[in-house]
């Protein structure tokens, strides 16, 4: 036996590298992952490489190289609406962003009553719930030909610039305000309070202190507010007039002149400014991140009645402007015919819903908004839980986590473009999904796919990062884990992503614009043709019949996971006893 | 008998090893975290790994677990070589630095979490948790949920949870380093204690050094993912293998000479006698001593004692109990050393800053190691 054993002994012969055996755990996990990595590139890849390619062919699909681009920078009134995206949207981000720091600043600074900031909070939450038309069918009825104010122009006309800027003034507020919010409440008190005891005056801790501080804060909502208005359709469509915009003309080239190359030119075009706001915004953001997970004492403001008191009138009057844009919205939909019969009535609620060729819309619109919130939050879910908490697919996670990100920096009418030119082509076996339910249900969970990620993902990097490793050595399969105890722990973050998607689904317009047949024509679009057909009065009542939805859904909402999650999450709050 | 097997129960060697790892080497993009490691577990035992951050202990635990997969070698688990299966195919329990339990799972469910999936009934499920949770000493905890337990506890939970299913391997990935350092002491022993009440070959990793030594049967000392030493604590501890171990393990005065031949070595004007070095060191070789601080006699001193020499009391510092003494000596060319006294010897013996004092470095303590600056 030794003689046998020893020269096998002598050379133990070191296995090479062998391929480690898929556990049938990787094997479901990867699938998994594979689908929603598929859904992705079908959707939101594949779309925008249809317009790729379709910028550089001509109508008969020969290859024309950069000639279409060529044509663009050679046609002046194409140039223009360029130009004029560029400028309404700086003027607004200029505007709005300072403002909104000032609220912001009196929400987080100030010794004002809770009441005070928690109701100046709802308020200026309020523009998220409305579509962007809103806004700009609330100003052509303070500021319009019949307008209320209209003296306060002086003779000049709101159909343009003016009523463009705004609208988006009004619709950027709450973005820029939540980020802003956040940014200042990230104050190290350790700092004021070394400050203080150096004698720094207020005024200089606010320059030294206070500003940089929330630097990045301001770069994400500038940012952010810009790229807004470069891509909103829904405000210029409505009271733009003859001032021409780059997203306005996408809809034109495409709609209007069936010109699918140039639609394809300028998509790209628009395409620019998110890519470069988005890549600074993410930025930013990883630094705001970095800033949130240094060790620091929250400082707690002391009262200042001069400064309290200003930031409150500023705070009033901001408010108040807010409620008069949304309060005429609403007064429109409930008066006859402004301004020459102001009797009450609901004739225009009875058109909207009943009369109507698009009575459908808001059925339609609440279906919409209801299936992009359920399938939404389970799909955005698995595919953030798959990114976050397996091992060993390190190249298919970094392509999702992209692919991810990447749907923020598309503008929902240049994801429209690419859907009507990918679907829509007889060759693809995916047309028959085109002007479907679910098409419209699928591009609502890819417009909106990046936040929704983020909340997931902030929600599961808090939890423990070994339950899977825990499971695997009890010998218990990472769905049963992911079911008994990821989804319970993260139940809050899904919830918020759920009403995340309501929300916003019910509201948009741009990327349903190219996508709605007669049948699923859905409400945001309703209000846009009614517009257009003057049929102000029921416009404003489907506009105010979102906001409305929403407000209650998201009431509702809350009551809901109060209970559910006082059901479910008791473990929570307790205490050591 | 398996032919892989054969080969490594080859005569000559010990019981079969509880673990045994072959050759282990991982590499990532831009390093290599393990370097060809080999190591056997022998049944039963406490092993520790034991080393400074990001010398590839927790790699290498990971990789035993399944967590992380080696770029080349092998892992036998009782001569079945498992080098290549996934975690949930493995036989081990393992309790992590954050514990890691199910926060919306009662401490119960956390224990059974692990039985549930088997064919255990409910009735054997609840019996074989009240014992577990008896085991680790909270019978009545049960209902809590683990926000509602001081981090001792938790850890507790952690471990009775690891043990739930029987595993015949436990692993705990610096199961103390969350806690603070009273409640890190008690669990030292409990955890030993248990680990020895269940008889489970375990392995630990840990960057601390005294639980290392007060609880481990055999320590693997690591560094730069290669292991350094693999000892008893009282061995790593008497008799470091290299400097490494040496200055990473306990406190060490460290003396530059060169070798005179037979186990002396010069060092400024002295002759040091050094019985407990390996021979091997050429004559004028630059060598460092190693010393630890209590490795001095400094009472009743007899003539004849090797290395005696007077030094000066640079400084003291007063720690409580035992204190330490820097003194230097001309004879040494100002080269100083620290050296421990109890309260009391320092007392006895006029240990005082300014005070000259005689004393012998202890020959059979002296280690003795060449002089190469370590690659950076």
């Given amino acids: ?577 | 008998m398996d032919m892989t097997e054969a080969t490594y129960l080859a005569p000559g060697t010990p019981a079969a090893a509880a673990l045994e790892v072959i050759g282990i080497r991982k590499d990532f993009e831009a390093f290599s975290a393990l370097r060809d490691v080999h190591l056997r577990v022998k049944p039963g035992e406490m092993l520790c790994f034991l080393g400074p951050s990001g010398c590839g202990k927790t790699t290498l635990l990971r990789i035993i677990a399944g967590l992380e997969t080696q770029t080349a070698g092998q892992i036998l688990q009782n001569g079945r070589d498992v080098s290549w299966l996934p975690a949930d195919k493995r036989d081990y329990g393992i309790v992590f630095q954050s514990y890691a339990l199910f926060p919306n799972l009662t401490i119960a469910a956390n224990v059974g979490y692990g039985l549930a999936n088997g064919k255990a009934g409910k009735a054997e499920i609840k019996a074989r948790v009240a014992e577990l949770l008896q085991l680790v000493g909270l019978p009545t905890s049960g209902e809590k949920y683990p926000s509602q337990l001081s981090g001792g506890q938790q850890q507790r939970v952690a471990l009775a949870r690891a043990l739930a299913t029987r595993p015949g391997l436990l692993l705990l990935d610096e199961p103390l380093s969350a806690l603070d350092a009273l409640e890190r002491v008690r669990l030292r022993g409990e955890i030993r204690r248990l680990q020895k009440q269940v008889g489970i070959t375990t392995i630990m990793v840990t960057h601390d050094q005294e639980e290392a030594l007060s609880m481990a049967d055999r320590i693997v000392v690591m560094n730069h993912g290669v292991i350094e030493q693999v000892g008893t604590p009282m061995d790593i501890y008497e008799r470091p293998a290299t400097p490494f171990v040496a200055d990473f393990v306990g406190k060490v005065n460290v003396l530059r000479g060169h070798a005179l031949g037979n186990n002396l070595f010069r060092v400024g004007d002295m002759e040091l006698q050094c019985d407990a070095c390996d021979s091997g060191f050429e004559v004028g070789d630059a060598v460092n001593l190693y010393l630890r601080p209590e490795d001095r006699i400094a009472e009743h001193i007899a003539p004849d004692t090797p290395n005696r020499m007077r030094v000066m009391v640079n400084k003291v510092e007063f720690l409580g109990g035992l204190c330490i003494a820097e003194v230097s000596a001309e004879a040494l060319h100002g080269q100083s050393l620290g050296l421990h006294f109890s309260l009391n010897q320092l007392h006895d013996l006029d240990v005082r800053e300014g005070n000259h004092i005689e004393i012998a470095l202890r020959a059979n303590r002296i280690r003795a190691f060449c002089d190469r600056k370590p690659a950076a």
């Avoid at chain 1, 915009?245 to 030119?265: E, I, Y």
């Avoid at chain 1, 991810?404 to 047309?431: E, R």
């Avoid at chain 1, 049929?535 to 009431?555: F, K, M, N, Q, R």
Wanted: charged fraction near 10%.
């Fill in chain 1, 1 to 577: 036996m030794n003689t046998l054993a020893r020269p096998l002994a002598a050379t133990p012969a070191l296995p090479q590298r062998a391929s480690m055996h898929w556990s049938r755990d990787e094997v479901i996990a990867r699938a998994l992952l594979l689908c929603v990595m598929a859904l992705l590139a079908v959707f939101l890849m594949a779309p925008l490489f249809t317009i790729l390619v379709n910028a550089v062919l001509d109508k008969d699909g020969n290859f024309v190289g950069l000639g279409h681009f060529v044509t663009y920078f050679h046609t002046p009134s194409l140039l223009r609406a360029a130009w004029n995206s560029i400028w309404v949207a700086t003027v607004v981000a200029a505007i709005s962003v300072p403002a909104a720091f000032v609220c912001a600043y009196a929400l987080t600074r100030s010794c004002l009553p809770a009441w005070f900031k928690g109701t100046f909070r709802l308020v200026a939450l309020i523009p998220l719930l409305a579509p962007s038309l809103l806004s700009a069918i609330s100003f052509v009825q303070w500021f319009g030909n019949q307008g209320a104010l209209k003296f306060l122009l002086g003779g000049a006309s709101i159909y343009g610039a003016p009523g463009i800027i705004l609208a988006e003034i009004y619709n950027t507020f709450p973005h820029a305000l939540m980020i802003l919010v956040t940014a200042l409440s990230l104050a190290d008190g350790r700092l004021y309070e070394a400050a203080t005891a150096l004698r720094t005056p207020g005024w200089r801790q606010f320059t030294t202190i206070t500003l940089p501080s929330c630097k990045y804060g301001l770069i994400s909502a500038v940012t952010v507010v810009f790229t807004y208005v470069v891509s909103d359709f829904g405000a210029p469509k409505v009271i733009g007039g003859n001032f021409n915009v780059l997203a306005v003309d996408v809809f034109k080239q495409v709609v209007g002149q069936h010109n699918f190359s140039m639609g394809a030119v300028v998509g790209l075009l628009l395409l620019v400014p998110s890519i470069v706001s988005f890549v600074i915004d993410y930025r930013v953001r990883r630094k705001l991140k970095a800033q949130l997970t240094a060790r620091s004492v929250p400082h707690l403001p002391k009262p200042r009645p001069l400064a309290d008191s200003a930031l409150a009138v500023f705070c009033v009057v901001v408010c108040a402007m807010l409620l008069a844009t949304i309060g005429m919205a609403v007064y429109t939909s409930v008066i006859k015919l402004w301004p020459y019969d102001l009797t009450f009535t609901l004739r225009h609620y009875r058109f909207a819903l009943i009369e109507s060729d698009m009575a459908a819309a808001y059925t339609n619109s609440l279906v919409l908004a209801f299936s992009t919130a359920v399938c939404g939050s389970l799909i955005v879910f698995v595919g953030a839980y798959l990114v976050e908490k397996t091992r060993h697919m390190a190249m298919m996670k970094r392509a999702m986590h992209l692919m991810a990100m990447l749907s923020m920096a598309v503008p929902g009418l240049v994801l429209g473009l690419g859907y009507v030119m990918f679907f829509n082509h007889p060759a693809n076996p995916l047309n028959v999904l085109y002007q479907t339910m679910a098409i419209l249900v699928l591009s609502m969970i890819v417009h909106y796919y990046t936040s929704s990620h983020l909340t997931a993902v902030t929600a599961l990097k808090q939890i423990d990062n070994e339950f899977e490793a825990v499971s695997a050595s009890l010998k218990v399969p990472f769905f049963k884990t992911f079911v008994r105890v990821t989804v319970p722990v993260c139940l809050p973050a899904i919830l918020d992503i759920g009403r995340y998607y309501f929300v916003v689904s019910m509201a948009s317009l741009s990327c349903a614009i190219f996508l709605y047949s007669p049948d699923t024509i859905l409400a945001s679009v309703a209000i846009m043709h009614m517009d257009d057909a003057g049929d102000i009065g029921p416009a404003a009542a489907l506009a105010s019949l979102i906001v409305v939805t929403s407000t209650v859904v998201c009431i509702l909402y809350s009551l809901l996971t109060r209970v559910l999650l006082s059901r479910t999450q008791a473990w929570r709050n307790l205490s050591r006893g």
